[in-house]
Each structure stands twice: as C-alpha cells, then as structure tokens.
C-alpha cells in the first residue's frame, strides 16, 4: 500500500461544528498533526489556516492510512473537557474494516497490547461485529473500548482477522491482490461514528460517510456496507 504525501490542501469535509469544537472527515493519507512525521500538510494544518483561522487542538487521532471521524477543539478549554470524555471512557467509537477471514461471530476481546518494545501490555478492550462476507474476507464493526495505539489492528491481528492493506499488521501477499485485483490503496479501516458530548453538554453522533476510495473497491469485491 502506498499513501501519498504532497503539498496539495485538500478541501476537508466538515461534519459537525460549535463553539467547542469541530469534526471533520479525514482522508487516508494524511496525518492528523506533525509529529514523527514531516508531512508537509497536516489535517490541523488545514484547520487552522483555511477553516477556523485559529489555533486548533486534537481530541484523539487517527493513524495515517485510516480515515473518518476526527475531532478537533477550539480552544484550550474545551480540548481539557474533550480529554477529560475520553479519558472516563465517555466517548464512543465505531469503525468498519476490511479484514481477511471469515469472521463468524462477534466478540469482546480484552487483550492486553504494547505500545512499543520497551514498554509493558497494558490493557486494551475492543468488541467486533461481524456485518458482512464474501468468499475469504469480513465486514466488520470495531467498537474500541479503551484508546490504545493501534488497538484495533493489533486486536485484530491477534485474532488472525488482519486488516486489509494494513502494512504493519497485515499479510504483503493480500493488501498486493487488493491493489492488484480491486484497486485498493490504503488501509480498509474507517472511523465511522463518534459520540460525545458538545458545547451544550448534550451527546451527539458525528457519523462519516465511507469515501469512494473504500466503497469502490467494496462494490466490485461483492460487499456492501
């Protein structure tokens, strides 16, 4: 799988925008700020200098190749009380992914994981669901209850359901049938919903359509969403 990294500013599908904070659809691709990387253009960067004007903060993140939902505060303020959320575990996520398998029940997988070598598992819970399936491969819905570093692929890896064109956790001789075979290019995991509460301290749902560089492939691989 290659993700591309260009000076283009690619316009940002707002999905939800108060006081508090702002949602947006991210692409896959794309960082969601500079960090390890140096990416030339980041999700924040766009933010702040084409859409609020100001300074922006992230609430969590997502990792290059998935895209979806991703949430950003407004002001130092706000992104304290985000944080806050997801740390009491306040806030819930849902993802669709592609994964090799046919994954025939869902389950709750309490699975401890490392965030590097050097450190030791700590506790990580997500549940799946299976949705879908045709011929060796599964739709399914990941409901991460903790937020770890790559939780999800890791979960999934440990259950021998990889994600589709994930090139850390996955298998190099399916993500090149998918590019090959369905012209997939990225990693077949989406953020595609997230509750929380607003400026009004009421919950709400930002939900994030699945892009066509996810639905195209789904359609002529035989699967639907």
């Not at 985000?82 to 994964?99: C, F, S």
Request: positive net charge.
């Amino acid at each position: 799988m290659t993700e591309s990294t260009s000076n283009q500013r690619p316009e940002l599908e707002i999905l939800y925008r108060d006081e508090f904070m702002i949602a947006v659809n991210k692409p896959s691709g794309m960082i969601v700020h500079r960090g390890w990387d140096k990416d030339p253009v980041t999700v924040a960067d766009i933010l702040r200098d084409d859409i609020v004007k100001a300074k922006v903060f992230a609430a969590h993140r997502l990792d290059r190749g998935t895209s979806g939902v991703l949430i950003f505060a407004l002001n130092a303020d706000a992104a304290r009380k985000l944080q806050q959320q997801l740390e009491a575990g306040k806030v819930k996520k849902r993802y669709i992914a592609l994964v090799r398998g046919p994954m025939k029940e869902g389950c709750l997988l309490d699975y401890p994981i490392r965030i590097d070598k050097e450190h030791e598992r700590i506790p990580a819970v997500t549940e799946f669901i299976p949705l879908a399936h045709k011929d060796r491969w599964s739709l399914v819905e990941a409901r991460p209850h903790t937020g770890r570093l790559h939780q999800i692929r890791k979960h999934l890896k440990h259950l021998h359901h990889p994600i589709v064109g994930d090139v850390l956790y996955g298998k190099g001789d399916v993500n090149r049938f998918f590019r090959e075979t369905f012209n997939l290019h990225r990693m077949a995991l989406h953020a595609l919903a997230l509750t929380i509460k607003n400026a009004n301290d009421e919950s709400i749902t930002v939900e994030a359509p699945l892009p066509k560089d996810l639905t195209e492939p789904f359609k002529k691989l035989g699967i639907s969403y």
